[in-house]
């Protein structure tokens, strides 16, 4: 679907019988993002690992500590345009977000693995892969938690479900006080 100058093209892609509407985002890092019946039914039925976060800027939501969670789900396939994809992990957003269903977005993750030419006389989008790249990445390491600086504090701002992180009791918003013995107050950060 064409959109004004500047802005990314959506286009549809099936998930089993679901159809959800994406936007190619180059300004989001991340792989696929999108929330359907299907995906929503994995959630439901525990095929899937929660990331709850604590939003920087709360939405306007009747969320009062503005921790938001999505789930991580590898679908079976993911039907792009006229090519079947399979084992496809997929950021879904939380399903009592009712307006997201049917909605998502394609990121920069995504799009590194293809030679990405869109045509927008024809409006077509053209995805030839990337054989420099055998394989999705999985370099990115964590210990179950994200943290950030805040107020002179590291504080923890997500946790995995299942991660040694969440099973030791760690919690959004505790602070960390040392690594390895060595306490973060005495660490200079420039």
């Known amino acids: 679907t064409p959109k004004p100058v500047q802005a990314s093209p959506d286009v549809e892609i099936k998930i089993g019988n679901d159809v959800v509407s994406v936007q190619f985002d180059t300004g989001n890092n991340g792989f696929i993002n999108a929330l359907?019946?299907?995906i929503s039914e994995k959630?439901?039925?525990?095929?899937?690992v929660a990331w709850s976060m604590k939003l920087e800027?709360?939405?306007?939501r009747n969320d009062p500590d503005s921790v938001e969670t999505h789930y991580y789900v590898l679908l079976d396939s993911l039907l792009l345009g006229q090519r079947m994809l399979y084992d496809i992990p997929?950021?879904?957003?939380?399903?009592?977000y009712k307006q997201l269903m049917g909605k998502g977005s394609i990121g920069v993750?995504?799009?590194r693995h293809f030679i990405t030419t869109i045509d927008w006389n024809e409006n077509k989008i053209?995805?030839?892969p990337n054989n420099s790249i055998n394989e999705l990445p999985h370099n990115k390491s964590t210990f179950g938690f994200t943290y950030g600086y805040k107020k002179k504090k590291f504080v923890v701002t997500s946790i995995f479900s299942g991660s040694e992180a969440e099973q030791s009791?760690?919690?959004?918003g505790d602070e960390l006080?040392?690594?390895?013995?060595?306490?973060l107050s005495l660490i200079h950060i420039s």
């Open 36 to 38: 359907s019946a299907v």
């Open 90 to 96: 997929v950021v879904a957003y939380n399903p009592d």
């Open 126 to 128: 053209y995805l030839f």
């Open 109 to 111: 993750d995504f799009l």
């Open 57 to 60: 800027i709360p939405v306007n």
């Open 169 to 172: 009791g760690i919690k959004i």
């Open 43 to 48: 959630i439901d039925e525990n095929e899937a």
């Open 177 to 183: 006080l040392a690594i390895n013995g060595y306490r």
